[in-house]
């Protein structure tokens, strides 16, 4: 027999993070309330009981960062976690997946193809599946994101005093990233940062692009060194300062040297050559995340290895850099 589960039992008030900046008002209330279906809250934000600063928004609404979050109470029939059978892979694949854990965090190396979590016509992310993996622990939440075709370290709360510490030390900019990727043509040696203020527009068809804009856009700043130099290819870091939505693809983009395999701001010539040489993702991958244990504040270092499919594409750039 179900039982009721008191989601949220009185009206808080949130404050959008640096995180949240970006997300759907909608995706965001399936994260907080974790376990309401979607009609219940589509019908609490008709109703006008979830407000944001203090006025009523569609469900489609962009936080931004600071914004005020009115959430009423919430009590749900709670049953048990239902994942998708065609994905029953995936729950099982992140056994091998975990990089660190201890009783307040997990760090998991999220494969590419796989969204942080789910919502936007997406019913099944990496969240879920770690809850389905680990039903004994009745705290995760993710404690940032990362694209869906983006690979690498992603951190994941098991306590909720560990999760504000951890959003607190993204605020701060404590939390230090740092991505590969592999991008088209010879990298500049003299771009070692980018300061692009980045702003997000929703087209017609509902896709969302960003785009810089110096006069609009929010603050936006990445760091950049060169790792390893091809024909006609650069394996670069990235090590954002700001955690804008798309920002290393954006960034990129901006001085020329696009993210090797994305669709959205990529070079279509450089994305077909890669994809005749076998790599059908991005190149982008969290390869370390740096922060601070919540727990006693000690200096984590977590790296996630470059996945197979990368490592080969670098191989073959390697090789026919060797011939040249």
Same mark, same amino acid.
């Given at each position: ?18 995180? /949240? ?9 399936? $994260? ?8 219940? &809250? ?32 919430? +009590? ?27 009783? %307040? ?26 809850? =389905?993996? @680990? ?11 990362? %694209?869906?075709? +983006? ?6 709360? @098991?306590?909720?005093?560990?999760? $504000? ?29 980018? /300061? ?11 896709? $969302? ?8 856009? %929010? ?17 670069? =870091? ?6 804008? +939505?798309?920002?290393? $693809? ?16 990529? %070079? ?21 995340? +740096?922060?601070?244990?919540? @727990?006693?504040?000690?200096? &984590? ?6 996945? /197979? ?16």
């Amino acid at each position: 027999m179900s039982e009721k589960k008191v989601v949220s039992k009185s009206v808080s008030y949130n404050e959008a993070t640096e995180n /949240d900046d970006g997300q759907r008002l909608d995706n965001y209330l399936a $994260r907080v309330l974790k376990g309401v279906p979607r009609s219940m &809250l589509y019908r609490i934000l008709r109703r006008g009981e979830v407000r944001v600063n203090k006025g009523r928004v569609s469900p489609s609404y962009k936080l931004r960062q600071g914004d005020i979050i009115r959430i009423p109470p919430v +009590t749900v029939t709670e049953g048990p976690v239902t994942i998708p059978s065609s994905n029953l892979h995936l729950v099982q694949d992140l056994k091998d997946r975990i990089l660190f854990e201890n009783e %307040d965090l997990i760090v998991v190396d999220k494969p590419a193809g796989l969204a942080s979590h789910g919502g936007s016509g997406i019913e099944f992310g990496l969240i879920e599946a770690l809850r =389905a993996l @680990k039903p004994e622990e009745r705290f995760l939440e993710l404690a940032h994101r990362l %694209d869906k075709e +983006t690979s690498g370290c992603l951190i994941v709360s @098991k306590r909720r005093s560990a999760l $504000r510490n951890l959003h607190e030390q993204f605020r701060q900019r404590v939390v230090k990233k740092r991505y590969l990727t592999l991008v088209p043509g010879k990298w500049d040696r003299r771009i070692k940062l980018v /300061d692009a203020p980045l702003i997000r527009n929703e087209l017609r068809s509902g896709e $969302r692009m960003v785009e810089v804009n110096r006069k609009l856009g %929010d603050p936006s700043s990445t760091g950049f060194e060169i790792v390893e130099s091809y024909e006609g290819a650069t394996l670069v =870091a990235a090590m954002p300062h700001t955690g804008r +939505t798309h920002q290393i $693809r954006v960034h990129t983009a901006y001085v020329k040297h696009p993210v090797g395999g994305d669709e959205k701001y990529g %070079d279509k010539e450089f994305n077909a050559y890669l994809r005749s040489i076998g790599l059908k993702r991005m190149f982008l991958h969290a390869f370390k995340i +740096t922060f601070k244990n919540p @727990k006693d504040g000690s200096l &984590l270092k977590i790296e996630a290895p470059l996945p /197979d499919e990368l490592e080969q594409a670098l191989e073959t750039f390697r090789k026919l850099s060797n011939q040249g």
